[in-house]
């Protein structure tokens, strides 16, 4: 080999390492979070302003393979959204330019659920009338449980009323025998919550059938069965923790040890999530509704917010992971249509990789990426410096701990 073959090969060496470098951002903490809340504010902008207005349907376009679907794709773009925002909006107001932006969202926020179980408001969104509604009343229900005193208490008695008669309608719905279950259950979380009352057999019988379900090594089978995909992370961790908390807390004592090994099960699986990131900050496409895209990390922002990662995670490079991750899947073209709504696709627009289940309001999944902006900006995972996930440090040959299956005691 000549010396310019060489000088050659080494500086395509140099710029590949370069090109493959310059896809993480190094950027502060400080400007990370920033980052975050604006695009958090702008996926979940276009449908609080539209519906608090009173015009969501009228606005949304909605793209889907299936008519049935499309009656229901707005409640999915509301229910969706507001669980995702509710953390952020959970820190109240302050005289902070994020503070007060958080004014402006809860103050949509509000009226958006004013309107969306207001029988008379032409953005009525028709709880109960199709099985799917089940699903986003459930979502609906985990953002009032993440935010009670920002989304529930301002409401007035009237709204306070329609929203529990809009839950109560989704009981006509049989859910199936898999995760859905767990939708059930969350509605009833929520009414126990906020009414005083449920039905508890629908929460009971839920969490049996899971605990039923449960494979090993933090994960749950949806259903009987065992689907490698993101629905452990998408809804079966996150639902399950929402509902034994919220059971714990209204005095159902016997649920606090279920609550204790759900955790650690979840724990588990948010340690494997966070391994799964790429040193490239990229994650697999497998299974079904990838078109949820970063909301596949559910589950690793929500015990982040919980501040229960296991000890092998620090917050820091939860982050890191999780900033790069929504930065380089959202900022990909045709993400956004020309008014900012989320287009069905991966990375951009890929309408092929919608099930027939999938339309425009069902992508607002995503923003439950974004609980960990329910930490204060002065909190430790806000502060710290910039730390590589587990899948940097490994294949950049640094140290790192052994990873062990979870085991529970027996």
């Known amino acids: 080999m000549n010396k310019l073959s060489l000088v050659i090969i080494i500086a395509f060496a140099v710029l590949f390492r370069t090109v493959q470098a310059a896809d993480i951002s190094t950027v502060s903490p400080k400007e990370q979070r920033k980052y975050m809340v604006e695009t958090l504010t702008k996926i979940a902008h276009p449908v609080l ?9 009228k606005m949304m376009p909605v793209e ?3 008519a049935l679907k499309a009656k229901t794709s707005y409640l999915e773009a509301f229910g969706r959204t507001l669980s995702g925002i509710a953390p952020w909006l959970a820190l109240g107001v302050d005289d902070t330019e994020e503070g007060k932006q958080r004014r402006v969202y809860i103050d949509l926020a509000i009226k958006s659920i004013q309107n969306a179980t207001d029988i008379n408001s032409p953005d009525y969104l028709d709880f109960g009338t199709n099985p799917q509604t089940l699903v986003d009343a459930a979502f609906f229900s985990a953002g009032l449980l993440r935010a009670p005193k920002q989304l529930w208490e301002p409401l007035d008695d009237k709204t306070k009323s329609n929203v529990l008669t809009a ?8 859910p199936p025998y898999n995760n859905w279950l767990l939708f059930s259950a969350m509605v009833e979380a929520a009414l126990l919550k906020f009414e005083g009352q449920c039905d508890e057999m629908r929460l009971d019988y839920a969490i049996k059938q899971h605990f039923l379900w449960y494979k090993g090594d933090g994960v749950y089978g949806d259903g009987p069965d065992f689907h490698f995909d993101y629905y452990n992370s998408y809804v079966i961790h996150p639902m399950l923790l929402d509902v034994l908390k919220t059971m714990g807390e209204a005095g159902i004592k016997q649920q606090t040890d279920l609550f204790k090994i759900a955790l650690a099960r979840a724990q588990r699986y948010a340690a494997i999530q966070e391994m799964l990131i790429s040193p490239e900050a990229t994650y697999p496409a497998v299974g079904r509704s990838i078109t949820y895209r970063f909301g596949a990390f559910h589950l690793l922002s929500q015990i982040a917010l919980m501040q229960a990662l296991p000890q092998k995670v620090s917050p820091e490079q939860v ?48 923003l ?7 930490l204060p900006p002065d909190n430790q995972l806000w502060q710290g410096n910039n730390i590589d996930w587990s899948s940097r440090k490994i294949w950049h040959g640094e140290q790192v701990m052994l990873d062990k299956a979870y085991k529970e005691k027996k």
């Open 319 to 366: 982050r890191y992971a999780l900033y790069n991750v929504v930065k380089r899947q959202v900022e990909m073209p045709n993400t956004f249509d020309e008014n900012s709504w989320l287009k069905i696709g991966f990375s951009g627009y890929q309408p092929q990789l919608g099930e027939g289940y999938i339309s425009t309001g069902s992508l607002y999944l995503c």
């Open 368 to 374: 439950n990426a974004f609980l960990i902006l329910g």
């Open 64 to 66: 889907h393979k299936s």
């Open 167 to 174: 839950l109560k309608a989704t009981r006509a719905i049989k």
């Open 49 to 57: 302003y539209h519906l608090s207005r009173n015009e969501l349907k």
